[in-house]
């Protein structure tokens, strides 16, 4: 192959450039808009239930008494309410830190068809201790508490 | 000079537009409380430490108002806004606080260390009385008025910037 | 005293860049000759004196001086002392005056050391780096100051926690911080060169040592990073595409993109623009994380300290540096003229395709870390995870492994697809053999499974440029970058190869019961309580032996803390050669049973010690670069002698 034209040189790649990242915007756009996953309170969930097999969030309390592990010993069986609707949910695994009847969670999952949510991934939420800006910093405890403190629902 | 060179630039300023965008958002992550305005629910707790004496709702409804804040001396911001509290008990407010879930020799030692602007401190190990008064952290303050009524509440440390406002909402619940 | 001696250390260094800055743009101008001679001596004793503010705080953290705010809040007098002095940058305020202080180091060492650029293009670069550090100064003055005192000295510091006392995180932010740092330095290379219109190959030359510093010290950081949260999370990842993570990866990915078009620029003369345009981005990117991290409008599964107001103070600094570059580039990159042409197949164009993909990919994760800030305006919560970052990421990162197993083989300028004909072969069928083999392994999905191809190609790609070399004979540069695509190929291959092959076995079982996953069988012992200074918790004592061998202990446990009162998860691991066991205990199952939580990982730690790799390589690269221009420098001198001879 011959080198490019002197003057043309530059126009080209640039217009490459361009082009991948045009693309790899549309691509970012298209794929976000499939791909990001919702926040949903209790409510929301009840009233316009997700399509079932997409990934989403459900945010809102765990209710008091609502707690059971399932005869296999790793499921667990719980209710997330927000005061105006009740979604029960069921989550394998190893319950995460800080999670305990009424104290706020967030659930990674999706809707069964049953109505059950589904839950991958459950993070507890937790504000124990406010911490003033003068004393904040990047310190062990902070990190493990934010952990738990993705966002809290609408 | 040719248009493309452009483009980072304004990129750039999008971003810039929503970061600002969100950062004069009030990130309010805190739950305030359904109680304000609601009377204190029915409790009475022991005393957290020796030498105080416990709350029962009776110690606050006696005529003027009072703040009742909710503490632990294993929290942090609890130390920092120690001073503050200080100050609210020269300028004459009555505080009555509610240890969460503490051992009565680690609240005589915060008390110690920090200073006591308590005038009686009951002990809540099981968050009982916390959660029913629509606390979901410490330290939080509450403006509980004559009938005890809660008034206002205010989520986390009380900094120097605050003490007039809770001196304020305290005036005005004493009306 | 101290405190104080600090302070005016910091505000002496404040005066000397405003001075530095002033001397610097007014030598420029014509008629500025006179204040020309200013510039190198203040970019030293800014950077003495900033490092001199940075020594007093560490002395105040280890005398443990608690009538000093910072040390009151973050320190205890009773820590040893190596955490003692960890606290000094443990903290917002302390890690920015570490930051500033080796920043202006680095600009000491340019002014004192530094004379291959035309002496403007070197004045208007200690003239960018002092507004840099002018902005960091008024920050750290206004905003945090380290040295402010407290009314009345706190009896005891708050920082006993013994949590905070891990030496992985008192030593990965640093890390970061010196990546930072060494790409804040060549934006102003980058600035300089544009104000002087100076984008030569010398320039590049000069300035790759400083990106290929911390793009090694960027490596090292992520690599720490995802080795920590895969340990400390018990979720058994090794990368959640978290913005705190997102914000680390966006600076290393621009600077690698630097690295080579600055290699372009430097063997070359081609990519003039192109090379500025990155130096800039890749700065604004650091800065960018550094803004969404400490801003707290993005939320994280990692901590840090989240500050509205620090946060507005970085985004005009954001907007002061990289605006202002921008628009300088702007304006300035269409009088920038041409480089050098090449024709497509040739090493420019491999590095070209390097460039553009990486650049797509940096623009995936930058748009999927931003998208959930776009959303919220419009009052919708979303979450973007790996869903969309895996497909879309390897959509560029595919194509450019690929090219990237045949660039190294190809000449600069133009070069045939013809001549490199046989080793092309060889790559083709070493990655369809890989992939067979895979397939026959067992399930997995398309991703892994080209990944586990590319990886082995590359592999051995990666040391073909060595073919028909005497080893001994080749330059200390060409092996870093033979040992950083191999480790590479190696970090591949491990995650790769965590995805398509990891077991997972979820269970409750009863003391003395056996769980299995992949080759391992594990034996619940027993289940104890054990205590801490501040926590008790339950250990699983776990026995797990591979392939029916000896038994090893494994012993994780579920901690409890009571002050504050808070449990967490400590996962156990086993590691092979080939691979890691990862155990994590749960509650109580009933029955008498407990929950226990395995992984079998092959080769997963192949993913951190092909980062180490990639690091070392970087550093070889760089030690060899750095021999080089000595070598050259004393040629330089010599020749400069024997005409001075000449003269007489």
């Given at each position: 192959?011959s ?67 399932l ?8 209710v ?6 009740r ?5 394998a ?62 | ?8 630039l ?6 810039l ?39 029962s ?17 294993w ?10 509290l ?7 407010v ?14 005589a ?13 009951g ?53 | ?17 405003a ?39 560490l ?43 080796v920043?202006?180091?680095s600009?000491?060492l340019?002014?004192?050391?530094e ?8 004045l ?16 750290l ?5 380290p040295?402010?005192r ?7 510091g ?24 060494g790409?804040?330095v060549?934006?102003?290379f ?14 590049a ?66 990519l ?7 130096g800039?981005v ?6 960018v ?45 269409g ?21 553009v ?45 690929l ?17 490199i ?17 895979a ?50 190929a ?23 019961d ?12 027993e ?25 090893i202990a ?14 967490t998860?400590?996962s ?16 109580d ?11 079998w ?48």
């Open positions: 192959m080198t490019l034209k002197p003057k043309h040189q530059r126009l080209v790649l640039v217009v490459i450039a361009l082009v991948a990242l045009v693309a790899a915007g549309l691509l970012a756009a298209w794929a976000l808009r499939s791909q990001a996953s919702y926040f949903y309170v209790p409510e929301q969930m009840v009233a316009e239930p997700p399509a079932p097999d997409r990934a989403v969030r459900l945010g809102g309390m765990v209710e008091e008494g609502s707690i059971r592990t005869p296999d010993g790793v499921t667990v069986a719980f997330v309410g927000d005061g105006k609707a979604v029960p949910v069921r989550f695994g190893i319950l995460p830190d800080l999670f305990v009847e009424g104290s706020g969670v967030v659930a990674e999952g999706r809707l069964g068809p049953d109505g059950t949510f589904l839950a991958d991934n459950l993070l507890a939420k937790h504000d124990e201790n406010y911490v003033p800006r003068e004393l904040q910093e990047m310190t062990e405890h902070q990190k493990r508490e934010v952990v738990a403190e993705t966002e809290e629902g609408a | 000079m040719r248009w493309w060179w452009w483009i980072p304004l990129l750039f300023a999008g971003f537009g929503v970061a600002a965008y969100q950062l004069t958002q009030p990130k309010d992550d805190l739950v305030p409380s359904a109680m304000v305005g609601k009377p204190l629910p029915e409790f009475e707790l022991p005393p957290a430490a020796e030498g105080t004496s416990g709350v709702t009776a110690d606050l409804k006696g005529g003027k108002p009072r703040l009742l804040n909710v503490w632990a001396s929290c942090l911001p609890c130390i920092a806004e120690a001073p503050q200080e100050r609210l008990k020269q300028e004459g009555e505080i009555v606080g509610i240890a969460i879930r503490d051992r009565p020799e680690d609240v030692a915060f008390l110690a260390r920090h200073g006591n602007p308590y005038a009686r401190i002990a809540d190990d099981l968050s009982q009385v916390q959660l029913a008064i629509g606390s979901s952290g410490v330290p939080e303050t509450f403006v509980i008025d004559g009938e005890g009524v809660i008034r206002y509440q205010h989520i986390g440390d009380i900094r120097a910037e605050h003490v007039p406002l809770l001196l304020e909402k305290l005036r005005e619940a004493g009306k | 005293m101290i405190a104080e001696l600090g302070l005016a250390a910091l505000w002496l260094a404040a005066a000397l860049a001075l530095q800055l002033y001397a610097g743009t007014r030598a420029l101008r014509p008629g500025g000759e006179a204040v020309a001679a200013l510039v190198r001596p203040a970019a030293v004793v800014q950077g003495l004196a900033c490092a001199i503010g940075f020594v007093m705080l002395w105040l953290f280890a005398i443990t001086d608690l009538s000093v705010k910072l040390v009151a809040a973050n320190s205890h007098s009773a820590k040893p002392m190596i955490f003692k002095l960890a606290g000094a940058w443990g903290n917002h305020e302390g890690s920015m005056l570490l930051w500033v202080a920043m202006a180091l600009g000491a340019i002014a004192l050391i004379r291959r650029l035309p002496e403007k293009t070197m208007a670069t200690l003239a960018a780096q002092a507004f840099v550090g002018l902005g960091f100064y008024a920050f003055i206004v905003s945090s100051n040295f402010e407290l009314p009345q000295p706190a009896a005891e708050l920082g006993l926690n013994p949590l905070l006392q891990d030496i992985g995180l008192a030593f990965h932010p640093p890390t970061l911080y010196f990546g930072y740092v790409l804040s060549a934006f102003s980058a600035v300089g060169a544009l104000l002087t219109r100076q984008v030569t190959p010398e320039f030359r000069v300035m790759r040592p400083w990106v290929l510093g911390a793009w090694v010290f960027l490596t090292l950081g992520i690599t720490a990073g995802s080795y920590w949260a895969y340990y400390e999370l018990g979720w058994g990842g090794w990368w959640f595409w978290d913005p705190v993570e997102n914000a680390s990866l966006m600076p290393w990915l621009a600077a690698t993109a630097l690295l080579h078009s600055a290699s372009v620029l430097a063997a070359r003369d081609a003039r623009a192109w090379t500025i345009m990155l800039v890749a700065f604004s990117m650091s800065m994380g550094t803004f969404l991290v400490r801003s707290g409008i993005l939320t994280s599964v990692h901590a840090f300290a989240v500050d509205p107001e620090r946060g507005s103070f970085i985004l005009v600094l954001l907007t002061l540096y990289i605006g202002g570059a921008l628009a300088l580039f702007a304006l300035r990159a009088t920038v003229t041409e480089g050098q042409r090449f024709s497509i197949t040739s090493r420019e164009g491999a590095l070209v395709f390097n460039n993909m990486l650049s797509a990919v940096l623009a995936i994760v930058l748009f999927g870390t931003l998208y959930p800030l776009l959303t919220e305006a419009f009052d919708v919560r979303v979450s973007v995870g790996p869903p969309y970052f895996n497909p879309m990421g390897a959509i560029f990162v595919v194509p450019m492994l090219v990237m197993t045949v660039g190294p083989l190809l000449r600069w300028r133009g070069d045939s697809i013809g001549r004909q046989r080793p092309l072969i060889l790559i083709a069928v070493i990655m369809l053999a890989a992939l067979v083999a397939l026959a392994l067992g399930e997995a999905g398309v991703l892994p499974l080209l990944g586990l191809a590319l990886a082995v190609g590359l592999a051995v790609a990666s040391f073909l440029p060595l073919r028909g070399r005497r080893l001994t004979r080749v330059p200390l540069a060409v092996w870093g970058m033979v040992i950083a695509h191999f480790g590479l190696v970090a591949l291959f491990g995650m790769a190869s965590e995805s398509a092959f990891s077991e997972e076995r979820l269970a409750a079982i009863a003391v003395g056996t769980a299995r996953v992949g080759p391992w069988d594990v034996t619940l012992s289940v104890l309580p054990a205590a801490g200074p501040n926590w008790t918790a339950i250990e699983g004592h776990l026995l797990a032996s591979y392939a029916g061998g000896d038994p494994l012993d994780p446990q579920s901690r409890s803390f009571w002050a504050p009162p808070q449990e998860t400590e156990a691991l086993a590691t092979r050669w080939n691979g890691q066991l990862y155990a994590v205990v749960g509650s199952a009933g029955a008498g049973r407990w929950q226990l939580r395995l992984w990982k092959p080769f997963v730690t192949f993913i951190w010690y092909g980062g180490m790799l990639v690091a070392l390589g970087g550093a070889l690269a760089l030690i060899g670069r750095v021999i080089d221009d000595l070598r050259r420098r004393a040629v330089r001198a010599r020749i400069a002698e024997r005409r001075a001879e000449e003269a007489v």
